[in-house]
């Protein structure tokens, strides 16, 4: 249930070209004058700005630099993505809490934030390190009436979103590693994780987990990620603001998902393959049984890396160990 201030936040954000009257927000919350007096001196506090003038009401400015439910949702150009924040300044994982509030029947749309996961996993149930207040931590309910099968899709197309953001918005220049990481100078600076409830033909939710590292700088990196890791940071040599960040990521996610919902995979598949890392180019695979260097092709519909076999027939690899950075053999 939505609280009693973040209503009041609401209608100041849906009013804030014209002043509203306290005693219209009153009406409209059910709560004295008084009260209303008392939750905005809050907001102030909170490093709202709120401008009183007598006999006109109150109209709100801005809002404090962090992140919120209020804060994203004010300026957001969605029409379902967002809707519903749920933020928190620490947890373990933002995707536990999705997964939670998908099985309680939280409505497609839904996102969790957090300001910092003590946490975080990644792919393969590693660990993602994810400091407070640096980067963006959220995951996302989704609800698709697609194939289980083809849920694959829905990490290739986020990825092809994040690119876009950090093109489009940041300008700078981003690759897609595959699968599901995104690298800026051979460095990772975000990662995806899809998770799935589903029945052979149905998909229950789709939780999509997104970490980007953002105004991180080297000494803010474990030592150990300090080779090969980034942020928009430090490749811009600025710092972002999050609220803003997420904004473009939500639109954008929107936008391409529900294209996708209703002209297919192709669009999604061909843009990725133009952002995709080392596609032409020769990589380093390794599987149980061998290894070998191949041309990385391009991507499959449902997910998979087109290379060629030892022997030179095109394969479809769903799993298998690649070295992206070998350096190729000198004669």
């Known amino acids: 249930m939505q609280s009693t201030r973040s209503k009041l936040i609401d209608l100041l954000e849906k009013n804030k070209e014209q002043y509203i009257s306290g005693q219209s927000l009153s009406e409209v919350l059910g709560i004295s004058r008084s009260a209303i007096w008392k939750h905005m001196n809050e907001l102030k506090k909170d490093g709202y700005i709120i401008e009183a003038k007598s006999n006109k009401g109150y109209r709100i400015i801005d809002f404090p630099n962090k992140l919120s439910e209020n804060t994203v949702k004010w300026g957001l150009r969605t029409k379902w993505l967002g809707k519903r924040i749920i933020h928190h300044e620490s947890i373990a994982s933002t995707q536990t809490i999705a997964h939670d509030e998908a099985r309680n029947n939280a409505p497609g749309g839904t996102i969790i934030i957090a300001d910092e996961q003590t946490k975080g996993r990644g792919r393969i149930a590693r ?23 083809h849920a694959p899709q829905l990490t290739l197309l986020t990825a092809t979103v994040l690119a876009d953001v950090l093109s489009n918005y940041v300008d700078i220049n981003p690759k897609i590693k595959w699968p599901n990481d995104i690298l800026m100078n051979n460095k990772k600076m975000a990662g995806i994780l899809t998770e799935m409830q589903a029945e052979q033909d149905q998909i229950w939710y789709v939780i999509i987990g997104i970490g980007l590292n953002v105004n991180h700088s080297i000494d803010d990196l474990p030592e150990g990620l300090r080779n090969i890791a980034t942020s ?3 490749e811009t040599s600025k710092e972002w603001l999050l609220k803003d960040l997420i904004q473009e990521i939500l639109v954008t996610f929107e936008r391409t998902y529900e294209d996708y919902l209703e002209n297919g995979f192709s669009e999604i598949k061909q843009k990725w393959e133009g952002y995709g890392f080392k596609i032409g180019q020769e990589i380093a695979i390794k599987t149980l049984k061998e290894e070998w260097k191949a041309p990385f092709l391009g991507i499959t519909d449902d997910g998979a890396l087109l290379t060629k076999s030892s022997s030179g027939e095109t394969i479809e690899l769903y799993s298998a160990e690649i070295d992206w950075f070998h350096q190729t053999d000198k004669s």
């Open 232 to 234: 928009i940071k430090m």
């Open 127 to 149: 660990n993602w390190d994810s400091s407070k207040g640096k980067g963006i931590w959220l995951s996302m309910i989704l609800r698709p009436e697609i194939q289980p099968h």
